[in-house]
């Protein structure tokens, strides 16, 4: 709008030659140039159209560097202020800033004092009082106050910058001990140290110095950090949770399933590396060797300690994970089984008959520990072929599995295969076109998994019995790669 009018003011000069418009209005550039009439609003388009009749380009230049037009553009006071007045008032604020200071009549006496015999802010006062040279021409000691000249001041006597006192170089290292007096952390001595006191750098030395504080340092802790979460196994006993804990005046060896939460204790007669590999030895025989052992830093599982451990993993072909000495917290899942199971046993007079109610009890996922360690195999539903099935095992591709329905094998991705705890089995659709004749390499298939495809026995002829005819009936199922499967035959007497 100011540049349409002063245009249109100017219009007799700047009609029919090409000038240029100075703005510290960067927006403006845009909405002339850059923006199709039809893009602007109505009050724009108007002021555009005013202007269209001029050859013009507008600059954007910053306010601080348009000189004449933020003068003339200023309201002038009518009556302007005299000497004496403007004198006063300055007096006055100076004699003000003083005595808010918080120190005392001596403590400003001998600051003075210390500013006198002090070189840098000698040579400060002389600067102050008759201008500042060219920065080239500064000296060393006076650089670091360079950035900040125009605020530096003689106030009754005092090196200023501001509101704060520039403290001499002598006296720096006191005023940094009343500033950490109270043991403040750093934002809080640094904002008390800007109520008052400067020299160049003062932040950085706050900071150095709290770190550096004996007392603050013993007192210390570290924020809490947010626990790593562990990854849930593939399958039952591939990940197992080991702890110690006291009951009765004995010591107990738990040991948990992190697939299926399924425990198992042990009573130690010896608190031993010895002991616990003994009694893990009898528990792995009956369950099979897991994949990864953790524990806590305990010195029967420490292997700076002891290498009796170390040897027992290495000997089993196991991984051992310890947790660092004092934070319990990384092996949550067994602190949790160790709290759960004491808190049972201390209820029972017989704690046999607690471990056989919670290996029973369904958990949130409406399986129970037994049945998860038992049973691997899930039972789904397969939503496309509307059957339900039970998993066999996981691939090695991503999130796909092989899903047993009846005598079939299907083979799907996680997306078509939903939790069923309550196992029906559905009629099996006459499609066979889908069912997967995938094989597993014994290298391949999970412990603990029957194998995917079994080749069919050969059936048994007797006496008097003519052998089964080797084509495929219409009631035999035949897979992609040809091979047939034949259902058992019983014994005809």
């Known amino acids: 709008m100011v540049a349409a009018v002063g245009c249109e003011k100017f219009r007799d000069y700047l009609t029919g030659m090409h000038f240029k418009i100075e703005t510290d209005h960067k927006p403006l550039?845009?909405?002339?140039?850059?923006k199709n009439l039809d893009d602007l609003?109505?009050?724009?388009?108007?002021?555009?159209?005013?202007?269209?009749?001029?050859?013009?380009?507008?600059?954007?230049?910053?306010?601080?560097?348009?000189?004449?037009?933020?003068?003339?553009?200023?309201?002038?006071?009518?009556?302007?202020?005299?000497?004496?007045?403007?004198?006063?008032?300055?007096?006055?604020?100076?004699?003000?800033?003083?005595?808010?200071?918080?120190?005392s009549s001596r403590r400003l006496d001998e600051l003075r004092v210390?500013?006198?015999?002090?070189?840098?802010?000698?040579?400060?006062?002389?600067?102050?009082?008759?201008?500042?040279?060219?920065?080239?021409?500064?000296?060393?000691?006076?650089?670091?106050?360079?950035?900040?000249?125009?605020?530096?001041?003689?106030?009754?006597?005092?090196?200023?910058?501001?509101?704060?006192?520039?403290?001499?170089?002598?006296?720096q290292a006191e005023v940094l001990n009343q500033i950490h007096e109270g043991h403040l952390g750093i934002i809080k001595c640094r904002a008390r140290a800007r109520c008052s006191v400067y020299w160049?750098?003062?932040?950085?030395?706050?900071?150095?110095?709290?770190?550096?504080?004996?007392?603050?340092?013993?007192?210390?802790?570290?924020?809490?950090?947010?626990?790593?979460?562990?990854?849930?196994?593939?399958?039952?006993?591939?990940v197992l949770g080991l702890d110690l804990f006291k009951y009765k005046n004995s010591w107990h060896l738990l040991i948990s399933d992190y697939y299926s939460r399924y425990p198992e204790i042990a009573r130690l007669d010896r608190l031993t590396s010895a002991e616990i590999i003994n009694h893990c030895k009898s528990i792995f025989s009956c369950h099979g060797i897991p994949d990864v052992v953790r524990s806590d830093n305990g010195s029967q599982f420490d292997p700076v300690k002891t290498v009796?451990?170390?040897?027992?993993?290495?000997?089993?072909?196991?991984?051992?994970?310890?947790?660092?000495?004092?934070?319990?917290?990384?092996?949550?899942l067994i602190e949790a089984a160790v709290k759960t199971v004491k808190a049972r046993i201390k209820k029972s007079r017989d704690p046999y008959l607690v471990l056989m109610a919670y290996r029973a009890t369904p958990l949130e996922n409406g399986f129970s520990p037994l049945e998860l360690l038992m049973d691997p195999g899930q039972n789904v539903w397969i939503t496309d072929r509307r059957v339900t099935g039970k998993v066999l095992q996981k691939t090695p591709y991503p999130r796909s599995y092989l899903v047993q329905s009846g005598r079939r094998v299907y083979r799907r991705n996680r997306k078509h295969r939903i939790p069923s705890p309550d196992f029906h089995p559905e009629p099996e659709p006459e499609d066979d076109s889908d069912v997967t004749g995938y094989q597993h390499s014994p290298a391949d298939t999970d412990p603990g998994c029957p194998p995917l495809m079994s080749s069919p026995q050969s059936p048994k002829t007797y006496p008097g019995k003519a052998s089964s005819s080797t084509e495929a009936?219409?009631?035999?199922?035949?897979?992609?790669?040809?091979?047939?499967?034949?259902?058992?035959?019983?014994?005809?007497?």
């Open 308 to 332: 009796e451990f170390k040897d027992f993993a290495k000997s089993y072909g196991f991984t051992h994970i310890s947790s660092s000495p004092k934070f319990s917290q990384s092996n949550g």
């Open 473 to 493: 009936s219409p009631d035999l199922y035949v897979t992609r790669s040809g091979r047939t499967v034949r259902p058992p035959e019983g014994l005809d007497l």
């Open 29 to 34: 550039i845009p909405i002339f140039f850059k």
């Open 200 to 238: 160049p750098g003062i932040s950085k030395v706050i900071e150095e110095k709290i770190k550096s504080c004996t007392a603050c340092i013993q007192e210390s802790s570290n924020r809490h950090q947010p626990l790593i979460p562990t990854s849930f196994p593939e399958r039952p006993w591939e």
């Open 114 to 171: 210390a500013q006198l015999k002090d070189e840098t802010c000698q040579k400060l006062t002389d600067y102050v009082l008759k201008g500042w040279p060219p920065k080239k021409e500064v000296d060393t000691l006076c650089a670091p106050y360079w950035q900040s000249r125009y605020e530096i001041s003689v106030q009754d006597g005092l090196l200023m910058r501001g509101c704060r006192i520039i403290i001499p170089k002598s006296h």
């Open 41 to 103: 609003s109505p009050r724009l388009q108007r002021i555009k159209l005013r202007m269209m009749k001029f050859s013009y380009r507008i600059v954007h230049i910053p306010g601080k560097k348009l000189f004449a037009t933020d003068a003339l553009s200023r309201n002038p006071q009518k009556v302007p202020y005299k000497r004496e007045e403007l004198e006063a008032e300055i007096d006055a604020f100076i004699q003000m800033v003083t005595s808010s200071l918080p120190a």
